[in-house]
């Protein structure tokens, strides 16, 4: 089979390698998957540029994300999930075998049906955008009648969200960082829509909440955020964060929150609890299904093409996801 993969750590155009490696086999409890298309997320990039930790296994095929088909399952598998379209998580994630390959060998519980009505280019949208979303939006109960603030919500994450606590009956209020992005949050479905860098977060918020302030927040940067969190969130509020990249080790003020009876969780999408996962695919199924999420693609890509993939991600100058397609992908 054809697949991207590197062995060694480093900038993409020196360690990324396109090439034919041995078809996988799958094990007991496994599906295998032709790959349709494979989603390159900012984590999949990171960790081939050796940002977090050197190479885990002497030859890393990146991705998390993918959707494709069933092509064969192993002992203790049903036969009858052969021929069925899926959508991949977590195939990267504690593993040497990610998406981006023509077949991927992973545990049959992460390849989840994906219904007709979407194409394999947004079945590989969905592994880690749109499951950190659903958690932090529907983390701490229904959001119905709730005014959330969704912190970047030009991303992939934040435009999940936005469309997820729509779909929850919330009030939505995004930031962004540009005009560009302030158009792309109200097509996700904002509510209300504050461009951080021409107006004031603080008063902007409390202008649209009648100075009452937001229950719930999706945060893309805790620590930098956390001025304006303590100004805007209300009495016994939740932020639900799932990156801090600017201020990594804020210095938390314990007692404002306390006696505010505030919470802050953090948000890690490759170990999510089994109900909560559970609880996602059932309602992305059922949101697929209907056609109700919108699943914007910022760039499409051959598996030759990899490199130009990662650097399209690491150049931070995209709106939706970026796709790589498997050679002859339907």
């Keep these: 089979m054809r697949a991207g993969y590197y062995e060694k750590v480093g900038p993409a155009a020196e360690v990324l390698t396109v090439g034919d490696l041995p078809t996988p086999t799958p094990g007991p409890g496994e599906v295998l998957v032709r790959v349709a298309t494979s989603g390159v997320n900012p984590s999949d990039v990171k ?14 095929i990146p991705h998390s994300d993918g959707a494709g088909t069933i092509e064969a399952v192993g002992e203790g598998v049903d036969a009858g999930r052969v021929g069925q379209r899926v959508w991949l998580w977590n195939a ?16 049959a519980a992460q390849a989840v049906s994906l219904p007709d009505r979407a194409s394999f280019a ?5 592994g880690i955008p749109a499951l950190t979303a659903h958690r ?7 959001v119905q009648d709730l005014d959330v603030l969704v912190t970047g919500g030009a991303g992939a994450v934040g435009a999940y969200a936005i469309q997820m606590a729509k779909l929850g009956g919330a009030r939505v209020i995004a930031t962004v960082s540009s005009p560009e992005k302030a158009a792309h949050a109200r097509a996700m479905g904002a509510d209300h829509v504050i461009d951080y860098r021409l107006e004031d977060v603080v008063s902007g918020i409390k202008a649209i909440t009648n100075g ?19 100004q805007v969130l209300k009495i016994n509020g939740v932020v639900a964060a799932y990156g801090s990249m600017a201020v990594p080790e804020p210095v938390l003020p314990v007692y404002p929150l306390l006696f ?13 609890p089994a109900a909560a996962r559970a609880q996602a695919e059932a309602d ?21 093409q990899s490199v130009a993939a ?16 498997m050679p002859g992908a339907a």
């Design 47 to 60: 960790s081939r540029a050796g940002a977090r930790r050197g190479m885990p296994y002497p030859r890393v």
């Design 92 to 107: 990267a994630f504690g593993r040497a075998d990610g998406s981006n390959a023509e077949y991927v060998a992973l545990p």
């Design 122 to 126: 947004e079945g590989a949208c969905l």
């Design 136 to 142: 932090c939006v529907f983390a701490d109960g229904p």
């Design 212 to 230: 009452g302030g937001v229950d719930r927040i999706v945060e893309v940067e805790l620590g930098g955020n956390l001025p304006a969190t303590l």
């Design 260 to 272: 505010a009876g505030q919470t802050i969780r953090t948000v890690l999408v490759y170990i999510l």
């Design 284 to 304: 992305l199924t059922r949101w697929l299904a209907d056609g109700a999420l919108r699943h914007p693609i910022s760039a499409r890509f051959p598996l030759a």
């Design 310 to 325: 990662h650097q399209q991600v690491e150049s931070g100058k995209r709106l939706g996801a970026t796709i790589i397609e």
